[in-house]
């Protein structure tokens, strides 16, 4: 299998990559923007990954590349949910437009196969745990909103030019190399102000966390098990953790256990944010793929790999 990964260098692209060299060549488009190529380090050593870095924004720059694999994987987008309050062409032009380019360049290059990146933020606010059908709700930012035009392009494209489409929705996805999220923020907080920790919210805030190795290995089994022409996967543990549970975890596991949290307060983060999520993967599991980690398990692990990136050895404690 030829594989094609728009945003291939950044946080899950780069776990996902090194399963896909086990089945074949893998070209990696990225602009660099967020993602690294060292992230690769792992998967080029085998010899299989090219790089290309360009801009998945400008189709005449991606179109030509995509010739000759079987699938294309979209991964890039807006690193962070909360930019869109401040830049609000921000998710048209890296969500809703470098999607339509990813889904253009792989019709014109006749790849048969697509998967898509989405995200339980398509879902908005929910008291109830969401299954694939559940969009009752309409998203509350615009990265939630860029996801839910992308995914309807995705099923366009699959629908009028025959290809096979699979959408993957991610809860929060955390572990090494992760480039954004709640525990990566409060870790860099604490480097910076060993005493106290600012909170974004009141630490009431729960959601459904996903380590990166289950989310790699979870979009390969949704491809696999994909029926043309199109299938919706919602890919994230039962429970949730509570933003609370992630700065007390950050604090304990860090070197400076006697921080204190100072909360600013108010039910969500920043406007957009939703504030409590649950999603339910039971279609993933009833075709046979179970999560390693639950939510609390795949958090407690993320730290715990995040402290050793934020606090290499010589910055720790006693560590000279
Ligand atoms: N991390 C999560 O918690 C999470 C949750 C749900 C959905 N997702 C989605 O999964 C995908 C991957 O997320 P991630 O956490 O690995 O993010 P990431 O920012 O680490 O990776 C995205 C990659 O895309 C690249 N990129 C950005 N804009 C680009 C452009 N215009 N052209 C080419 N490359 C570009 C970046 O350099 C980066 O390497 C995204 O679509 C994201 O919205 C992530």
Request: hydrophobic share 40%; charged share 25%.
């Amino acid at each position: 299998m030829r594989s094609f990964v728009v945003g291939g260098a950044g946080f899950i692209g780069s776990h996902l990559v090194e399963l896909l060299v086990d089945r074949g060549p893998v070209t990696v488009f990225d602009d660099l923007s967020v993602g690294r190529a060292a992230f690769l380090e792992l998967a080029s050593a085998t010899g299989r990954v090219r790089l290309i870095e360009g801009d998945a924004r400008d189709l005449d720059a991606l179109a030509p590349h995509v010739a000759d694999h079987d699938v294309v994987v979209h991964l890039s987008a807006n690193p962070e949910a909360r930019r869109g309050l401040v830049d609000t062409r921000l998710d048209l032009e890296q969500g809703t437009i470098a999607t339509y380019n990813a889904l253009e360049a792989a019709r014109r290059a006749g790849v048969g196969k697509f998967v898509f990146a989405s995200s339980g933020t398509v879902y908005g606010e929910s008291e109830d745990a969401c299954a694939e059908e559940d969009l009752g709700r309409l998203p509350i930012s615009l990265y939630g909103a860029s996801k839910l035009a992308g995914e309807a392009m995705v099923s366009a494209f699959a629908h009028c030019f025959d290809s096979c489409a699979t959408i993957v929705r991610f809860g929060n996805v955390v572990g090494p190399r992760g480039t954004h999220g709640a525990a990566l923020d409060f870790l860099r907080k604490l480097r910076d102000d060993p005493h106290e920790l600012e909170v974004l919210g009141d630490g009431e805030q729960a959601k459904p966390y996903v380590h990166v190795t289950d989310c790699a290995a979870g979009i390969l089994f949704a491809l696999d098990h994909t029926t043309p022409p199109l299938e919706v996967f919602n890919l994230a543990p039962s429970d949730t953790t509570s933003v609370r549970q992630i700065a007390e975890t950050c604090i304990r596991l860090s070197p400076y256990p006697d921080a204190v949290i100072r909360y600013t307060g108010g039910e969500r983060g920043w406007r957009g944010d939703v504030a409590r999520s649950k999603m339910r993967s039971d279609k993933l599991r009833e075709r046979g793929f179970s999560l390693r980690h639950s939510s609390d398990e795949a958090m407690k692990r993320a730290v715990d790999e995040l402290v050793a990136e934020v606090f290499p050895p010589r910055r720790r404690k006693g560590g000279g």
